[in-house]
């Protein structure tokens, strides 16, 4: 498991990148849940969702890998994953009638009170919690689907290693 989802070296199958993909968009919904909770827990998801993010760099890299793809591509992965994150939010907004401003307002309410405002913040973004980390599990989901349907693994061995099996 530490070279699955920490090394960035080597190669790894459609299948396995899938289903680790899928673990982490798991694992990455239960962190977003955690804004429900409390302010601290969401504190804590803070460098747990950069812990994640190195996870998915080494997923990435090695499926890139598999398909004998320099792991810099991960920088194209990311573009599609920040743009189809961008338009699920803003459906999510629509959706459910968020108003990013009363956020702003709620915040600026607290003054100069850093946790105070983080707590006002909080508060009056709750209702898009859910429906937002539904969206990113889908949207995410989606990316994850599309590299894999167009990532051809190279059965032979090739310079990131042997066949994934």
């Not at 889908?138 to 994934?164: H, M, R």
């Amino acid at each position: 498991m530490g070279k699955l989802y920490f090394s960035l070296k080597g190669r790894i199958s459609p299948a396995q990148f899938q289903k680790s993909a899928i673990t982490l968009i798991a694992i990455s919904f239960v962190l977003a849940m955690l804004n429900l909770v409390s302010i601290s827990f969401a504190l804590l998801s803070i460098p747990i969702s950069l812990f994640l993010a190195w996870m998915w760099l080494s997923l990435w890299s090695k499926r890139l890998h598999d398909a004998g793809k320099s792991a810099w591509m991960v920088l194209l992965v990311l573009l599609v994953s920040f743009g189809l994150s961008f338009v699920s939010t803003r459906l999510v907004y629509m959706i459910t009638g968020f108003d990013q401003a009363a956020v702003a307002a709620a915040a600026q309410a607290a003054g100069t009170d850093i946790m105070g405002a983080m707590k006002a913040s909080m508060e009056a973004s709750r209702s898009i919690i859910v429906p937002g980390a539904i969206a990113g599990a889908i949207s995410t989901f989606i990316v994850v689907f599309l590299g894999n349907k167009f990532l051809k693994s190279d059965p032979e061995e090739n310079q990131y290693g042997p066949a994934s099996s």
